[in-house]
């Protein structure tokens, strides 16, 4: 079984950025499609975006539309998740999922990277 | 594609049968997973394609339903099945989850 290796957690200011890595450790990424879902502090879970299965397109949810990019480098099997204009609201815990029995249902997950966005 | 989850919250009992519900706003066949998730762990997913239990997963768990009603039950709820519950729909974009369900004991 494969894992997926977050970064660590981080800190920011209203207005910054984030860049959130998430690294395929056995396995390649090109053999899958990753998902990105965050959970505020006692909340539900939230899906951002992935890469569509399909034709490996990046898909964003309207939510966070324009602010958010999601890129991968296969040469390092790593994908990462760029949120800017961060306000109080981003402050969650950022997933990264994806599926091997089948592209659509997510059965592998990173273990989560903490953002926290305040002055 | 709203999904809407029933009961936001219960309380039971070990041994109890739970039955959650999840509900889409559009008939999304059976393209519809659930997830548990522990405090401060990251979700794991259940059962996908509305039935299928995934590998691993204890077999009191089950799922049912197709178009827009879905159910997770636990036939015999154990002291780890304490945890929230969500759906989601793979079906379309955006991938929703519903608001969840937390089991706590009675």
């Known amino acids: 079984q494969f894992h997926l290796v977050q970064s660590g957690a981080e800190v920011r200011k209203p207005g910054a950025s984030v860049k959130v890595s998430c690294k395929v450790s056995?396995?390649?990424?090109?053999?899958?499609?990753i998902h990105w879902v965050r959970q505020a502090p006692g909340k539900g879970l939230e899906w951002m975006g992935g890469?569509?299965?399909?034709?490996?397109?990046?898909i964003y949810s309207q939510m966070f539309q324009g602010r958010v990019t999601m890129t991968e480098d296969t040469s390092t099997d790593t994908t990462y998740m760029e949120l800017s204009s961060l306000r109080s609201e981003d402050t969650a815990v950022y997933y990264c999922?994806?599926?091997?029995?089948?592209?659509?249902?997510?059965?592998?997950w990173g273990k989560g990277t903490t953002v926290t966005v305040s002055s | 594609i709203q999904l809407t989850q029933s009961p936001s919250s219960l309380s039971a009992s070990v041994g109890d049968r739970v039955t959650i519900t999840c509900r889409a706003s559009q008939g999304i066949s059976t393209y519809l997973a659930w997830y548990q998730q522990k405090p401060g762990k990251a979700p794991k997913l259940l059962i996908y394609?509305?039935?299928i239990l995934q590998r691993g997963v204890p077999s009191r768990f089950s799922g049912s339903g197709s178009g827009t009603d879905f159910t997770l039950s636990i036939s015999s709820l154990q002291p780890e099945d304490f945890a929230t519950y969500y759906c989601q729909q793979p079906k379309s974009y955006p991938r929703t989850f519903g608001q969840g369900t937390k089991v706590e004991i009675k």
């Open positions: 394609a509305a039935s």
């Open positions: 890469f569509d299965p399909e034709d490996g397109e990046a």
């Open positions: 056995g396995n390649t990424l090109r053999e899958l499609s």
């Open positions: 999922a994806t599926g091997t029995i089948h592209p659509y249902y997510m059965d592998v």
